[in-house]
């Protein structure tokens, strides 16, 4: 399924709107990843434990976003964007959301 960050998909018509389609999901830090992190933080630098827990939650929220389009009946779905939000101490949500589209 196509999904992008613009209004329209480039050479594409888009026949309807079907809604707003969206997907989540909730991750937390492990103690393993917060003592490389502690460590990481000490000598500067990227910590990437957390980038890879960061774009891992991202891909989920995606794949749950395309989902929700597909049993919506979508072909596409337009203007995503991603929002994240701490939900308690050392969790956090990513949430992917757009536009659900039929083409022509």
Not at 13 to 27: A, K
Not at 30 to 49: P, T, W
């Given at each position: 399924?196509?999904?992008?960050?613009?209004?329209d998909i480039a050479g594409r018509e888009i026949?309807?709107?079907?809604?707003?389609?969206?997907?989540?999901?909730?991750?937390?830090?492990?103690?393993?990843?917060?003592?490389?992190?502690?460590?990481?933080?000490?000598?500067?630098?990227?910590?990437?434990?957390?980038?890879?827990?960061?774009?891992?939650?991202?891909?989920?929220?995606?794949?749950?976003?395309?989902?929700?389009?597909?049993?919506?009946?979508?072909?596409?779905?337009?203007?995503?964007?991603?929002?994240?939000?701490?939900?308690?101490?050392?969790?956090?949500?990513?949430?992917?959301?757009?536009?659900?589209?039929?083409?022509?």
């Amino acid at each position: 399924m196509i999904y992008v960050t613009t209004n329209d998909i480039a050479g594409r018509e888009i026949e309807s709107h079907i809604g707003t389609v969206r997907g989540s999901t909730v991750r937390a830090r492990n103690i393993g990843r917060d003592i490389f992190a502690g460590l990481k933080n000490i000598v500067g630098g990227e910590i990437s434990e957390y980038t890879r827990l960061l774009a891992d939650a991202r891909e989920q929220a995606i794949k749950r976003m395309l989902d929700d389009a597909q049993k919506n009946g979508a072909d596409a779905v337009v203007n995503v964007r991603f929002t994240t939000s701490q939900v308690m101490q050392g969790a956090a949500e990513m949430l992917a959301y757009g536009t659900a589209v039929k083409l022509k």
